[in-house]
């Protein structure tokens, strides 16, 4: 079945690869700064040295950092001019602030866009926009605590999805402002659904889930292994993913993930990714501070350190002498990843019914 459901990515958005050396896979990982502190800070539970900043910056490896607009403050001042100063890129990710609204979507764009603006204009008049600061991103997700189907029946919900075209067109719109404003580039982070939306021509869960889209941002997606969520369900991501574009590994963050306590499978999580054959996918960690909590800075830089020599020089990495980019044969029988999509895919078929209902024309 899973063969089947990953087929072919045809009819996802495209994404402008990262730039980078040609044929170099990038390595992205996520932080909400603590660990960026200075190494003798009393904040800094799990902190990088000067040598271990320096190994990234050589790997090129780049921070997706997480602010919004109630933490412009001299602690985040600090952490951005650590990675200035060892020549590491950012990738800035804004948060809103507005109770009950954690993500980006069509609910939260209205208020978040001048939080994104104050932020901007701050780290501009502190000089990080020249060069240090490359990537507006978005962390778009649905409401966690008013999902399709019903939305928890909040009529402000259901009002808000009938905006949808509106909100759109504003996010980008002010994209477009950012890039000429700024010169930065835009990505979107989210889930596989917004991946397989389009498979059918449309964009009907996208539209009921609130998530925005814009054909000059560059897209990554999340693939978080918990629960009964196999290799595959990393391998799937690679299959059904556009050349270029990113996948957000998170097995580790508590002990009931498939990677926890345990390096080698993070590290094969992570070249099922940059090993797919001919898709030049990039990979990013989700999130820095639960990576350290489950293999320490040692780990980091061996996790680094694994995915530099190409792939075809990796060998067998694990105990049972698995190549981690072979191609492997399919679980026998479904799997929790196959669950997953045909429900996703269920889904969609039924969405244009729920569109009607809610009046998302």
Known sequence: MAGLLFASGAGVPRADRLEGPAGEHRIGIWTYGKPLDPPDSERAAFALDDATLRLLAARNVYFVFGVNADHLNDALVGRLTRCREHGIEVHLSVTPTAEGLDFVNIWSFPSLRPEIESVLAFLNDR?????????????????????????????????????????????????????????????ICTDIYQALDPLDGDDDLCRLWGLMSDGCAQMSYMAYRRGDFGPDYVRAHSRLLRNGDTVILNAWKERSHACWGDLDCAIADAREVVGFPNKGLHVEIWALWYFLKAYGVDGLRAWVDALAPEPSEWGAMRADGAHPVAEPAWPAGPTATDALILGIRVLDWIAPAFRAVYGVL
């Open 127 to 187: 000089g990080f926009l020249d060069g240090t600061i490359t990537t507006l991103v978005y962390d778009m997700e649905a409401l966690p605590q008013a999902c399709f189907p019903t939305y928890g029946l909040r009529w402000e919900i259901l009002h808000g999805l009938r905006r949808y075209d509106e909100v759109q067109c504003r996010f980008r719109e002010f994209n477009g402002w950012v890039t000429r404003r700024y010169g930065l580039r835009v990505r």
